[in-house]
Each structure stands twice: as structure tokens, then as C-alpha cells.
């Protein structure tokens, strides 16, 4: 059974850094595109950052050139260096992993972004 296993989430003052990282666990699979998404309170998820099995990544306008979305596919891993952060960065984030032609999700981790 597939797991995605997210962690880095917490507390940051504005400006600060964060590295959130999802890891999938299971039997042996292909591992498609990796997606962070997002969730503040009273507003709907959104994608935050995408990247391809090649490599290729895009952003929300939201965060571009402060997120940085990466892989380690030996690792089944996908990682979310975010600088930079501000106050309406603070939502729950969810790694997605499309798997063997299936969507995974993972269980959110939270992040606070303070003034």
C-alpha cells in the first residue's frame, strides 16, 4: 500500500525559511508527477508548485521565485524549499504523487506564517 509521509511544516517568523519534504513508501512503483498544494483556513486548495518526471517545474504566481520545488526520485521523495515567507503563506500543505497512474495524497502539514 502506497503511503506519502510529509514532514518540515511549523512556526516561522516573516521572512523566514522552511523546507517541507513528502516521501512515498510501498511497493515498488513509477512515480509520476510530484504537486504541493495548499490550504488556507476558508479558501480552496490550491497547487502551489508542480514537477514533472523530467524535471520541469511551475509555480503560482503566489510564490514564484521565493518556493523551489525539487526530486529525489531514488529517494521517491519531493521537496518545498520556501524563502521568503510571508503571512498568507500560513495554510496546510499536501505533497501529491501520481503513482503507477493513481493520485496520492498526503496528510498536510501545517505552516505558520507570523508578522
Known amino acids: 500500500q502506497v503511503q506519502l509521509v510529509e514532514s518540515g511544516g511549523g512556526l516561522v517568523q516573516a521572512g523566514g525559511s522552511l523546507r517541507l519534504s513528502c516521501a512515498a513508501s510501498?511497493?515498488?512503483?513509477?512515480?509520476?508527477?510530484m504537486t504541493w498544494h495548499r490550504q488556507a483556513p476558508g479558501k480552496q486548495r490550491e497547487v502551489a508548485a508542480i514537477?514533472?518526471?523530467?524535471?520541469?517545474?511551475d509555480y503560482a504566481d503566489s510564490v514564484k521565485g521565493r518556493f523551489t520545488i525539487s526530486r529525489d526520485n531514488a529517494k521517491n521523495t519531493v521537496y518545498l524549499e520556501m524563502d521568503s515567507l510571508k503571512p498568507e503563506d500560513t495554510a496546510v500543505y499536501y505533497c501529491?504523487?501520481?503513482?503507477?497512474?493513481?493520485?496520492?495524497w498526503g496528510q498536510g502539514t501545517q505552516v505558520t506564517v507570523s508578522s
Open positions: 501529491n504523487m501520481i503513482i503507477n497512474k493513481n493520485a496520492y
Open positions: 510501498g511497493s515498488s512503483f513509477a512515480i509520476g508527477a
Open positions: 514537477i514533472t518526471s523530467a524535471g520541469s517545474t
